[in-house]
């Protein structure tokens, strides 16, 4: 289970697994990838269907976890939020983040890792969450189509969503440039089906360490495969995939080997405590069990 998948760019190297025959390959016997439109929902979806594997973000782990729900964070897989641009249309006056001061800025969801990170965007022009209004769209593209209408004055568009539109708008901010590595998305799994279901598990985190070094080493075919199972022009998909291979935030690339990174899942941490996301103390170290990552991946960076 993915969230997102065939809608955001954080699973892409699960539909290069599955076409290459990677899952196969690594012994995992992977049918299909179920997707769900949050977090939240995925880890729910992949507890009640007992399902051996998940990719979320953190803060539905933790909030799982805090719950009383047994699992936890297996492998780091999305290691920054590269695929966020903040954007305006071509003829707005707003130039830079200072900008924005007593404008609309368009964000997904209360509590959303797009809310979190349009607190820090505006930390870095200067200015805090009250000197603008931040306006719920519902999703990326309804961000897009709120842009277009007017409803926003600037607003998030991730890959793959910018790479089919960016001839339309124009950047302001792009998270390579302003924002740390912060923990995006994560591997998770159920601590009760830990043996049962344990070579599977790390059949599916080899094989998706495959389809990261395929993608880095034929981007574009890994685009045409990513068009096919996102639904996207293929031009679109080669561009995305191109320019997240190629991000680079303070050395760490965009889709990881699985290794965990205990600063990015920290700073996720502290950006999803801003919105009220996250409550109480949370120990990263606590959530995270190694077992199933190779052992050159095994130590904590």
Do not use: C
């Not at 809608?7 to 299909?32: C, I, L, Q, R």
């Amino acid at each position: 289970m993915v969230s997102n998948y065939g809608v955001s760019s954080n699973g892409m190297p699960f539909a290069v697994a599955m076409a290459k025959g990677f899952f196969k390959d690594e012994g995992a016997d992977v049918t299909g990838i179920l997707s769900s439109a949050g977090g939240g929902t995925t880890l729910r979806n992949m507890l009640a269907g007992s399902a051996p594997y998940a990719e979320v973000n953190p803060n539905a782990v933790i909030a799982a976890i805090q719950q009383g729900a047994d699992v936890k964070i297996i492998s780091d897989n999305v290691l920054t939020v590269a695929e966020f641009v903040w954007a305006v249309k071509p003829d707005s006056p707003i130039k830079t983040i200072a900008d924005l001061k007593g404008k609309k800025v368009g964000y997904t969801n209360p509590r959303s890792t797009s809310q979190a990170l349009a607190t820090l965007v505006l930390q870095s022009g200067g200015l805090k969450t009250e000197d603008v209004e931040l306006v719920k769209t519902g999703g990326f593209g309804e961000g897009v189509a709120a842009l277009d209408s007017g409803l926003v004055d600037a607003a998030p568009v991730p890959e793959p969503l910018w790479s089919k539109y960016k001839d339309q708008y124009r950047p302001i901010a792009r998270a390579t440039e302003i924002l740390p590595p912060i923990a995006n998305v994560v591997g998770v799994a159920s601590m009760s089906q830990a043996d049962s279901k344990g070579d599977f598990i790390r059949g599916v985190i080899r094989a998706r360490i495959k389809a990261v070094q395929f993608m880095k080493d034929h981007p574009d075919e890994a685009g045409d495969i990513v068009a096919k199972a996102y639904n996207l022009e293929p031009e679109v998909a080669r561009n995305a995939v191109r320019a997240l291979i190629a991000s680079k935030t303070d050395g760490l690339d965009y889709w990881g080997p699985g290794q965990i990174h205990l600063g990015g899942l920290e700073k996720a941490i502290e950006v999803q405590k801003m919105v009220g996301a996250i409550s109480g103390d949370v120990d990263a170290k606590s959530l995270v069990d190694t077992r199933f990552l190779p052992d050159d991946l095994k130590a904590l960076q």
